[in-house]
Protein backbone atom coordinates (compact mmCIF):
# COMPACT_ATOMS: atom_id res chain seq x y z
CA UNK A 1 0.00 0.00 0.00
CA UNK A 2 2.07 3.08 -1.42
CA UNK A 3 1.17 6.42 0.28
CA UNK A 4 2.11 9.41 -1.94
CA UNK A 5 1.45 13.23 -2.45
CA UNK A 6 -1.46 14.40 -3.98
CA UNK A 7 -3.42 17.37 -4.54
CA UNK A 8 -5.06 17.84 -1.14
CA UNK A 9 -2.30 15.93 0.72
CA UNK A 10 -1.24 11.86 1.28
CA UNK A 11 -3.03 10.18 -1.18
CA UNK A 12 -3.61 6.41 -1.29
CA UNK A 13 -4.83 4.24 -4.24
CA UNK A 14 -6.27 1.20 -3.30
CA UNK A 15 -7.18 -2.49 -4.35
CA UNK A 16 -9.44 -3.92 -1.76
CA UNK A 17 -10.14 -2.69 1.52
CA UNK A 18 -7.77 -1.99 3.94
CA UNK A 19 -6.69 -4.76 6.78
CA UNK A 20 -6.55 -3.34 10.45
CA UNK A 21 -3.50 -2.83 10.26
CA UNK A 22 -3.29 -0.97 6.84
CA UNK A 23 -6.04 1.29 8.17
CA UNK A 24 -4.27 2.30 11.56
CA UNK A 25 -1.51 3.14 8.99
CA UNK A 26 -3.52 5.35 6.65
CA UNK A 27 -4.76 7.26 10.00
CA UNK A 28 -1.71 7.94 10.98
CA UNK A 29 -0.16 9.08 8.00
CA UNK A 30 -3.79 10.98 7.89
CA UNK A 31 -4.37 10.31 4.28
CA UNK A 32 -6.13 13.24 2.81
CA UNK A 33 -6.85 11.58 -0.50
CA UNK A 34 -8.25 8.01 -1.21
CA UNK A 35 -8.84 6.24 -4.97
CA UNK A 36 -10.72 3.16 -5.63
CA UNK A 37 -11.18 2.66 -9.35
CA UNK A 38 -11.83 -0.54 -10.94
CA UNK A 39 -10.16 0.79 -14.00
CA UNK A 40 -7.09 1.06 -11.43
CA UNK A 41 -7.38 -2.53 -10.19
CA UNK A 42 -9.45 -1.87 -7.16
CA UNK A 43 -11.69 -5.36 -6.72
CA UNK A 44 -13.15 -4.62 -3.22
CA UNK A 45 -16.73 -4.83 -2.23
CA UNK A 46 -16.93 -3.10 0.84
CA UNK A 47 -16.43 0.82 1.63
CA UNK A 48 -17.57 1.46 4.97
CA UNK A 49 -14.12 1.54 6.60
CA UNK A 50 -14.00 5.24 4.67
CA UNK A 51 -16.17 5.93 7.90
CA UNK A 52 -12.86 5.51 10.35
CA UNK A 53 -11.30 8.54 7.71
CA UNK A 54 -13.77 11.88 8.02
CA UNK A 55 -11.51 14.13 7.59
CA UNK A 56 -10.43 12.90 3.92
CA UNK A 57 -10.84 15.92 1.22
CA UNK A 58 -10.79 13.90 -1.57
CA UNK A 59 -12.77 10.65 -2.33
CA UNK A 60 -12.78 8.77 -5.76
CA UNK A 61 -15.23 5.77 -5.64
CA UNK A 62 -15.60 4.66 -9.28
CA UNK A 63 -16.86 1.30 -9.32
CA UNK A 64 -18.55 -0.18 -12.23
CA UNK A 65 -17.23 -3.28 -12.84
CA UNK A 66 -16.89 -4.88 -9.22
CA UNK A 67 -20.56 -4.38 -7.76
CA UNK A 68 -20.64 -2.48 -4.05
CA UNK A 69 -23.75 -3.56 -2.04
CA UNK A 70 -23.86 0.04 0.10
CA UNK A 71 -21.44 3.53 -0.27
CA UNK A 72 -23.39 5.13 2.58
CA UNK A 73 -20.44 5.69 4.79
CA UNK A 74 -19.74 8.51 2.22
CA UNK A 75 -22.00 10.31 3.17
CA UNK A 76 -20.17 10.52 6.83
CA UNK A 77 -17.94 12.77 5.31
CA UNK A 78 -18.32 16.18 5.92
CA UNK A 79 -14.74 17.74 4.68
CA UNK A 80 -14.68 16.79 1.48
CA UNK A 81 -13.94 19.04 -1.24
CA UNK A 82 -13.85 16.40 -4.22
CA UNK A 83 -15.70 13.30 -4.65
CA UNK A 84 -16.19 10.94 -7.89
CA UNK A 85 -19.30 8.60 -6.62
CA UNK A 86 -19.76 6.26 -9.44
CA UNK A 87 -21.46 2.94 -8.37
CA UNK A 88 -24.52 1.50 -9.14
CA UNK A 89 -25.58 1.21 -5.48
CA UNK A 90 -29.54 1.98 -4.71
CA UNK A 91 -28.72 3.11 -0.49
CA UNK A 92 -29.96 6.60 0.59
CA UNK A 93 -26.76 9.16 -0.16
CA UNK A 94 -27.18 12.60 1.55
CA UNK A 95 -24.92 15.59 0.28
CA UNK A 96 -26.40 18.09 2.95
CA UNK A 97 -23.08 17.23 5.00
CA UNK A 98 -20.56 18.08 2.44
CA UNK A 99 -20.69 22.20 2.25
CA UNK A 100 -17.03 22.12 1.47
CA UNK A 101 -17.55 19.97 -1.83
CA UNK A 102 -16.48 21.94 -4.80
CA UNK A 103 -16.18 19.23 -7.61
CA UNK A 104 -18.69 16.17 -8.02
CA UNK A 105 -19.27 12.93 -10.18
CA UNK A 106 -22.31 11.30 -9.28
CA UNK A 107 -24.63 8.30 -11.16
CA UNK A 108 -27.88 9.56 -9.64
CA UNK A 109 -29.57 7.75 -7.59
CA UNK A 110 -33.90 7.75 -6.72
CA UNK A 111 -32.46 8.16 -2.83
CA UNK A 112 -30.66 11.17 -3.50
CA UNK A 113 -31.09 14.43 -1.09
CA UNK A 114 -29.33 17.72 -0.51
CA UNK A 115 -27.96 18.38 -4.20
CA UNK A 116 -29.53 21.81 -3.97
CA UNK A 117 -27.60 22.54 -0.64
CA UNK A 118 -24.03 22.27 -2.62
CA UNK A 119 -23.76 26.01 -3.36
CA UNK A 120 -19.66 25.70 -3.48
CA UNK A 121 -19.47 23.65 -6.74
CA UNK A 122 -17.34 24.56 -9.37
CA UNK A 123 -17.27 21.23 -10.88
CA UNK A 124 -20.46 19.19 -11.92
CA UNK A 125 -20.89 16.01 -13.70
CA UNK A 126 -24.22 13.76 -13.57
CA UNK A 127 -24.67 10.72 -14.94
CA UNK A 128 -28.48 9.11 -15.48
CA UNK A 129 -29.90 12.59 -13.54
CA UNK A 130 -33.19 11.35 -12.69
CA UNK A 131 -35.60 14.90 -12.73
CA UNK A 132 -37.01 16.34 -15.50
CA UNK A 133 -35.75 20.34 -14.80
CA UNK A 134 -32.16 21.80 -13.38
CA UNK A 135 -33.86 23.19 -10.90
CA UNK A 136 -32.37 21.59 -8.08
CA UNK A 137 -29.24 23.54 -9.08
CA UNK A 138 -30.12 26.62 -9.88
CA UNK A 139 -28.60 28.35 -6.62
CA UNK A 140 -24.99 26.40 -7.48
CA UNK A 141 -23.84 30.00 -8.26
CA UNK A 142 -19.90 29.28 -8.75
CA UNK A 143 -20.50 26.26 -11.12
CA UNK A 144 -17.74 26.66 -13.94
CA UNK A 145 -18.47 23.13 -15.31
CA UNK A 146 -21.10 21.27 -16.10
CA UNK A 147 -21.79 18.21 -17.69
CA UNK A 148 -25.43 15.81 -17.69
CA UNK A 149 -25.18 12.12 -19.53
CA UNK A 150 -28.16 10.50 -20.04
CA UNK A 151 -31.85 10.77 -17.25
CA UNK A 152 -35.26 12.41 -17.69
CA UNK A 153 -33.92 15.56 -18.28
CA UNK A 154 -36.33 17.62 -20.41
CA UNK A 155 -36.20 21.01 -20.12
CA UNK A 156 -32.95 23.25 -18.72
CA UNK A 157 -34.28 26.33 -18.37
CA UNK A 158 -32.79 27.08 -15.24
CA UNK A 159 -29.33 27.08 -16.27
CA UNK A 160 -29.72 31.05 -16.98
CA UNK A 161 -29.06 31.37 -13.05
CA UNK A 162 -25.68 29.89 -13.66
CA UNK A 163 -23.77 32.56 -15.04
CA UNK A 164 -20.40 31.48 -14.54
CA UNK A 165 -20.50 28.80 -16.52
CA UNK A 166 -17.59 28.37 -18.96
CA UNK A 167 -17.83 24.55 -20.03
CA UNK A 168 -21.15 22.43 -20.65
CA UNK A 169 -22.08 19.31 -21.89
CA UNK A 170 -25.29 17.81 -22.56
CA UNK A 171 -24.92 13.96 -23.55
CA UNK A 172 -27.70 11.62 -24.75
CA UNK A 173 -30.96 13.45 -23.52
CA UNK A 174 -33.40 11.77 -25.23
CA UNK A 175 -36.36 14.12 -23.90
CA UNK A 176 -34.77 17.53 -24.07
CA UNK A 177 -36.16 19.62 -26.97
CA UNK A 178 -35.13 23.25 -26.61
CA UNK A 179 -31.90 24.83 -25.44
CA UNK A 180 -33.73 28.12 -23.32
CA UNK A 181 -32.03 29.25 -20.57
CA UNK A 182 -28.48 29.09 -22.16
CA UNK A 183 -28.83 32.55 -23.38
CA UNK A 184 -28.04 33.68 -20.36
CA UNK A 185 -24.68 32.17 -20.34
CA UNK A 186 -22.53 34.87 -21.36
CA UNK A 187 -19.24 33.35 -19.89
CA UNK A 188 -19.72 30.10 -21.60
CA UNK A 189 -16.57 29.32 -24.38
CA UNK A 190 -17.35 25.71 -24.89
CA UNK A 191 -20.22 23.89 -25.32
CA UNK A 192 -20.85 19.92 -26.45
CA UNK A 193 -24.34 18.44 -27.44
CA UNK A 194 -24.19 14.61 -28.01
CA UNK A 195 -27.13 12.22 -29.07
CA UNK A 196 -30.24 14.91 -28.25
CA UNK A 197 -32.37 14.65 -31.14
CA UNK A 198 -34.96 16.41 -30.22
CA UNK A 199 -32.89 20.28 -30.11
CA UNK A 200 -33.79 21.27 -34.29
CA UNK A 201 -33.28 25.47 -32.88
CA UNK A 202 -29.93 27.43 -31.94
CA UNK A 203 -31.50 30.22 -31.30
CA UNK A 204 -30.83 30.64 -27.28
CA UNK A 205 -27.15 30.15 -28.31
CA UNK A 206 -27.75 33.66 -29.62
CA UNK A 207 -26.75 35.08 -26.20
CA UNK A 208 -23.38 32.92 -25.52
CA UNK A 209 -21.05 35.57 -26.48
CA UNK A 210 -18.16 34.49 -25.48
CA UNK A 211 -18.68 30.65 -26.91
CA UNK A 212 -15.57 30.06 -28.96
CA UNK A 213 -15.58 25.78 -29.93
CA UNK A 214 -19.43 24.06 -30.42
CA UNK A 215 -19.36 20.47 -30.97
CA UNK A 216 -22.91 19.10 -32.13
CA UNK A 217 -22.50 14.98 -32.05
CA UNK A 218 -25.47 13.09 -33.41
CA UNK A 219 -27.76 15.57 -32.54
CA UNK A 220 -30.12 15.42 -35.64
CA UNK A 221 -31.87 18.43 -37.54
CA UNK A 222 -30.70 21.51 -36.87
CA UNK A 223 -33.08 23.97 -38.46
CA UNK A 224 -30.13 26.55 -39.17
CA UNK A 225 -26.79 28.17 -37.92
CA UNK A 226 -27.73 31.16 -38.41
CA UNK A 227 -28.09 32.32 -34.13
CA UNK A 228 -24.19 31.71 -34.22
CA UNK A 229 -24.03 34.80 -36.70
CA UNK A 230 -23.12 37.17 -33.63
CA UNK A 231 -20.79 35.01 -31.67
CA UNK A 232 -17.45 37.09 -32.88
CA UNK A 233 -15.28 35.03 -30.88
CA UNK A 234 -16.21 31.23 -32.15
CA UNK A 235 -13.06 29.37 -33.40
CA UNK A 236 -14.63 25.82 -33.89
CA UNK A 237 -18.04 23.87 -34.69
CA UNK A 238 -18.05 20.40 -35.36
CA UNK A 239 -20.96 19.17 -36.92
CA UNK A 240 -20.57 15.24 -36.99
CA UNK A 241 -22.54 11.71 -37.44
CA UNK A 242 -25.87 12.36 -37.73
CA UNK A 243 -26.17 16.08 -37.46
CA UNK A 244 -27.94 17.94 -40.20
CA UNK A 245 -28.23 21.63 -40.92
CA UNK A 246 -32.03 21.91 -42.12
CA UNK A 247 -31.27 25.15 -44.27
CA UNK A 248 -27.79 24.38 -45.38
CA UNK A 249 -26.06 27.60 -44.95
CA UNK A 250 -22.59 26.86 -43.42
CA UNK A 251 -20.74 28.83 -45.59
CA UNK A 252 -20.98 32.09 -43.51
CA UNK A 253 -18.80 30.59 -40.29
CA UNK A 254 -16.05 29.85 -42.55
CA UNK A 255 -16.14 33.47 -44.12
CA UNK A 256 -15.95 34.44 -39.77
CA UNK A 257 -12.80 32.26 -39.81
CA UNK A 258 -14.68 29.66 -38.06
CA UNK A 259 -12.94 26.46 -38.31
CA UNK A 260 -15.90 23.58 -39.68
CA UNK A 261 -15.87 19.69 -39.63
CA UNK A 262 -18.76 18.53 -40.81
CA UNK A 263 -19.77 15.53 -43.09
CA UNK A 264 -20.82 16.81 -46.83
CA UNK A 265 -24.24 16.87 -47.67
CA UNK A 266 -25.96 18.08 -51.17
CA UNK A 267 -28.11 21.00 -50.13
CA UNK A 268 -24.90 22.54 -47.92
CA UNK A 269 -23.54 26.21 -49.43
CA UNK A 270 -19.91 24.05 -48.78
CA UNK A 271 -17.99 21.46 -48.78
CA UNK A 272 -16.22 19.63 -46.44
CA UNK A 273 -12.20 20.64 -46.45
CA UNK A 274 -10.32 18.36 -48.05
CA UNK A 275 -7.52 16.93 -46.27
CA UNK A 276 -3.63 15.95 -47.56
Request: hydrophobic share 45%; aromatic share 6%.
Given at each position: ?????????????????????????????????V??????????????F??????????E???????????????????????????Y???????????????L?????????????L????????????????????????????????????????I????????????????????????????????????????????????????R???????????????????????????????????????????????????????????P????
Open positions: MLIEEGSYGPRVVLTREPTPDELAKLRARAVLEVMNDGLGWRGTSVAVAELPWLRALLRSIVVKIEDDSAVSDLHELVKLALDTCTNAIDFSGMPLLERSYIWRKRTSGLATRRLRELSLTQYGVADLAELSEMKQLARFEVFGGAVREIRDASLTELRWVRLASLRRLTSLDGMEALGQLDFLMIQSCKGIQSLQPLAGCVNLELYLDSVGDIESLLPLQRLKRLEAVSLIETTTVGDGRIAFLREMGVKLNFGPRKHYDAAEVRS
